[in-house]
T-cell receptor
């Protein structure tokens, strides 16, 4: 069964600090992996999409890595800000189209002063 | 561009009532999908559409109907609401690009969600 597991479930960090969120998946065959940011009460917003051949991708202070061999991804947030407080969702797409996305349950990040 | 819009934002229904959740996108995307998000669970696909006139079931389709008469609109109908359908519903759209091995989705754009409570 295709699964996406994220850790930690929740995280609290001080503003200005860095953090790394983890994603392990068992989706096969693999097409791409996405990270989304979901603010409370809003829809998810895409941060990065990585295919099999990409092992790192940045979007501002967000850097995602992908190891397709070990089926692991991480999202690193640099110099955190209060506005980074959100749920971060890892989504893995298998091949074949729109019905093949497997969503993780998300890591709830809180950035405090 | 308004992106993906959803109405209503909040809705309370009684068991057995029916209603339609509206979703529209102005990006000319082929793919549209409906998801539900429940506490402690990842988003789950209800129904999706690969273009006007074409719909298919996702992971949790029971109790829901969809239609796609235009590229822009993808309404979700609850035929007879049940408390188990209390959830937050998200509509999403995306365009596809063709790569070796078949089409794949590009990034999805999500609407703001509809919070539905069924009493």
């Amino acid at each position: 069964k295709n699964q996406v597991e994220q850790s930690p479930q929740s995280l609290i960090i001080l503003e200005g600090k860095n953090c790394t969120l983890q994603c392990n998946y068992t989706v096969s065959p693999f097409s791409n992996l996405r990270w989304y940011k979901q603010d409370t009460g809003r829809g998810p917003v895409s941060l990065t999409i990585m295919t099999f051949s990409e092992n790192t991708k940045s979007n501002g202070r967000y850097t995602a890595t992908l190891d397709a061999d070990t089926k692991q991804s991480s999202l690193h947030i640099t110099a955190s800000q209060l506005s980074d407080s959100a749920s971060y969702i890892c989504v893995v797409s298998g091949t074949g189209g729109g019905n093949k996305l497997t969503f993780g349950t998300g890591t709830q990040l809180k950035v405090e002063l | 561009n308004a992106g993906v819009t959803q109405t209503p934002k909040f809705q309370v229904l009684k068991t057995g009532q029916s209603m339609t959740l509206q979703c529209a996108q102005d990006m000319n995307h082929e793919y549209m999908s409906w998801y539900r998000q429940d506490p402690g669970m990842g988003l789950r696909l209800i129904h999706y559409s690969v273009g006007a006139g074409i719909t298919d079931q996702g992971e949790v389709p029971n109790g829901y109907n969809v239609s796609r008469s235009t590229t822009e609109d993808f309404p979700l109908r609850l035929l007879s609401a049940a408390p188990s359908q209390t959830s937050v519903y998200f509509c999403a759209s995306s365009y596809s690009i063709i790569v070796a091995g078949g089409p794949r989705l590009n990034e999805q754009f999500f609407g703001p969600g509809t919070r539905l409570t069924v009493l």
